[in-house]
């Protein structure tokens, strides 16, 4: 776990344009193609810029420490 967050690792950013938000708690969907779920509440602005741009990347950070500072909470 990180120290500044309850958040387990393994720890995503999801970034979106130059927007970027640290999210625990992936989601493995399994399927043809398989999946990856993340949880993004409805008041954060990743969310409504995703809705927006309609693409997004998500990353696997190995450093949540690291991500907490570039990104913040």
Known sequence: MCEKSPLPTPVLVVV???HGAVVGWPLVIPGD????????????????????????SINLVKNAERAYEIFGK
Do not use: C, K, N
């Not at 779920?37 to 309609?54: A, Y």
């Open 16 to 18: 979106v344009g130059g």
């Open 33 to 56: 193609p398989p999946l990856v779920g993340v949880p993004l509440h409805r008041s954060r602005r990743t969310l409504e810029l995703i809705r927006q741009e309609r693409a997004f």
